[in-house]
């Protein structure tokens, strides 16, 4: 049995991953999800100062006592899961990147959003420390397979976010630890994911060394709410 650590991406805590850890739970794993500080039952510790070094202590507390951890990663949790695999391989069997992957060095989440959504998400936060949820209305493309009932409990838990963790990155070592990796592609069909690591591309051409592997889970974003039961299953 396995030691599974989740991190839920932008907005989400520990909550998100409920009925995954249900299923992995009812396998005979044990199950860790983390709520990171500044979200959802920890919003009160929202601060300026929070961002994606906070992110990666929380990480490491929530593995605390684990050996051989199975460390999931959903979005833009992607960047302080990835510091956490480079830094610490030797706590980990495998790092899986739910519908997101390894950002470049010194990319942050930010930056990996088109000029119109970075000048959006600035103009949102103002002067302020945290980036409010979307609104979860759309029913395609990334919101795909949200029910109504799940839209409205996503916006009624869903919490703003940090805005250090939306802007910050982290530097990558130059020899990345062959640690196993697989993407569970949501969004992106993996047959356009090889193209773009075949093409040279900067963000995608590292997901080419061989510890990588692809499968695919078509849906939105959400994985967790809309197939929960099958992304427990590819987990």
Do not use: C
């Amino acid at each position: 049995m396995a030691n599974y650590v989740l991190v839920p991406g932008f907005w989400l805590g520990a909550w998100a991953w409920d009925e995954v850890a249900r299923e992995l739970r009812a396998a005979g794993h044990q199950v860790r999800a983390v709520t990171l500080t500044g979200l959802a039952e920890r919003a009160g510790e929202l601060s300026p100062e929070v961002g994606v070094e906070t992110h990666v202590a929380d990480i490491l507390a929530a593995m605390d006592g684990l050996e051989e951890v199975v460390l999931v990663g959903h979005s833009g949790a992607s960047v302080p899961v990835t510091a956490v695999a480079d830094r610490h391989p030797e706590r980990l069997s495998r790092v899986v990147y739910v519908d997101t992957a390894p950002l470049p060095s010194g990319v942050a989440v930010i930056d990996f959003n088109d000029e119109d959504t970075q000048k959006t998400w600035r103009d949102q936060v103002g002067d302020g420390h945290a980036l409010d949820a979307p609104s979860f209305e759309e029913e395609d493309g990334m919101f795909a397979g949200l029910t109504p009932e799940q839209r409205a409990r996503i916006r009624a838990k869903a919490t703003p976010h940090p805005w250090g963790a939306a802007t910050e990155s982290v530097e990558r070592p130059s020899r990345i630890p062959a640690t196993p990796k697989t993407m569970i592609a949501s969004t992106m069909p993996v047959a356009l994911i090889r193209e773009l690591i075949a093409s040279g591309n900067p963000a995608f051409a590292p997901l080419g060394a061989p510890e990588w592997t692809f499968v695919e889970l078509p849906t939105g974003h959400w994985p967790m709410f809309s197939r929960p039961a099958e992304l427990a299953a590819l987990l």
